[in-house]
């Protein structure tokens, strides 16, 4: 039998029972675990979750990599490279490339009978990933883009559709404006979307790439770059330094040279922000295990001052300091355990109910986001739960030691 175990098994039904002090201690150090791990837990699911929301969003947009012309990355002025058959195979066999598709750029003019608005034309082809705007759709569907003909259809965000009075089916002239003169050409509003990152929404839209291809004047062959998405984010700038090895620096057919740029590096701030949200959420749990700590260390003092007498009596029979601070360790751990208990649920539980039914609403200009984001980490969660239960129990070891400053021939007269 595990002395100490049986004995703070019986020290916390006392308590648990009794009317003396120790049932207010105990209840109060079972609260405070309960709201420190609930806090943890909350303050760790909304950061990841808005991390990953945001950063997804980003990358939406674009990509992991982007392989485009150095001018067009570090300057500028829009420059094409080659993106032909072979090119395209090159890219995709690098280790930890899953997706390459191609894009082009230009800039134009959408014109209504009583508005009009600069915007970004975005060209993309068939191998384009619908998944990122089909989950921010907000009306039609999005159009077959392809890269060897013109649908004469685009998806404009719910930004341009309000300030144009545009709607889904309806049909609408963009201006193209080069050396050349002004190109005109009428397009049909395939879809409306919105993903709430004002910077996006109000200059991009989507066209096919056939079609921003021509208005540039480029060959079939030639882009204005191409995304590449990763196998894995945690390993972006490995799979990068990769690209900068075998690509940077090389010069197609037509003399442009390649260059490569992560989506760290197109949106510095975005990421600087959100890398930000770490060190809240540092001090968050620091704070939280302090105050699981203190009331712990108040709750323990107070019973083992309760005890004095049990502890005396105890030391009479033999019992020598170790076996009793071992006792109130333990007892310590039943505190701990259902105070975790109890976060656990309270937690887990306000994290499912916004997760299900987004009830905490944000401002999507400040946040980029229209309810607070969430996401279950299962290794997190009891990552947290065991540093809670490991640093709980460690900051209990000193005040333990107060049981050796005990004196049985004292301690039977304390009452």
């Known amino acids: 039998m595990n002395l100490p175990l049986f004995i703070a ?6 308590g648990e029972s009794g009317k003396k002090v120790s ?9 405070g675990v309960a709201i420190g791990l609930a806090v943890m837990l909350v303050s760790v699911s909304i950061v990841m979750g808005f991390k990953h929301t945001i950063r997804d969003k980003v990358v939406g947009f674009g990509s ?3 392989v485009a012309n150095v001018t067009a990355l570090h300057g500028r002025e829009v420059r094409p490279v080659c993106m032909g058959d072979s090119m395209m195979r ?44 089909h989950d921010n759709m907000v009306s039609g569907s999005i159009p077959k883009f392809s890269s060897s003909k013109s649908g004469n259809k685009i998806l404009i965000s719910k930004i341009m559709a309000d300030r144009l009075r545009l709607d889904t089916g309806d049909k609408v002239f963009a ?18 979307y919105r993903t709430n990152l004002t910077r996006f929404d109000e200059t991009l839209c989507f066209t096919d790439l056939y079609t921003t291809l021509r208005l540039n004047g480029w060959e079939p062959d030639q882009a204005g770059g191409a995304e590449v998405t990763v196998t894995d984010f945690n390993r972006l700038e490995e799979t990068a330094e990769q690209f900068v090895t075998k690509v940077n620096r090389t010069v197609d057919k037509y003399g442009e040279t ?35 700590g203190f009331t712990m260390i108040s709750g323990l003092l107070i019973i083992i001052l309760e005890r004095t007498s049990m502890i005396g009596l105890l030391k009479a029979l033999g019992a020598r300091n ?30 499912a109910l916004q997760a299900l039914t987004g009830i905490v609403k944000l401002d999507p200009a400040t946040y980029y986001v229209e309810t607070v984001p969430v996401e279950f980490n299962l290794p997190v969660i009891i990552l947290i739960n065991a540093a ?28």
């Open 175 to 192: 201006y193209f404006i080069d050396d050349g003169g002004v190109r005109t050409r009428r397009f049909t509003i395939s879809g409306v």
């Open 64 to 66: 992991h990599i982007t």
């Open 90 to 133: 090159a890219l995709k066999a690098i280790p930890g490339v899953s997706h390459v598709q191609r894009y082009a750029m230009t800039q134009g003019i959408l014109k209504t009978d009583d508005d009009f608005m600069g915007v970004a034309f975005k060209g993309v082809g068939e191998e384009y990933d619908t998944t990122f705007i």
């Open 322 to 351: 170790g076996l009793i601070r071992k006792t109130f360790l333990w007892f310590a751990v039943f505190i701990i355990g259902r105070g975790m208990a109890v976060g656990n649920i309270i937690g887990i539980g306000l994290t």
């Open 258 to 292: 390649y260059s490569t740029e992560t989506v760290q590096e197109s949106n510095p701030q975005i990421f600087t922000w959100l890398d930000l949200l770490d060190l809240n959420v540092w001090i968050i749990l620091a704070l939280m295990l302090c105050v699981a």
């Open 388 to 415: 809670t239960l490991i640093v709980s129990v460690f900051v209990l070891i000193a005040p333990s030691y107060l049981v050796s400053r005990v004196h049985p021939a004292r301690s039977m007269r304390y009452e």
């Open 9 to 14: 098994g019986k020290i916390y039904k006392a």
């Open 23 to 31: 049932r207010p201690a105990i209840r109060i150090a079972t609260a």
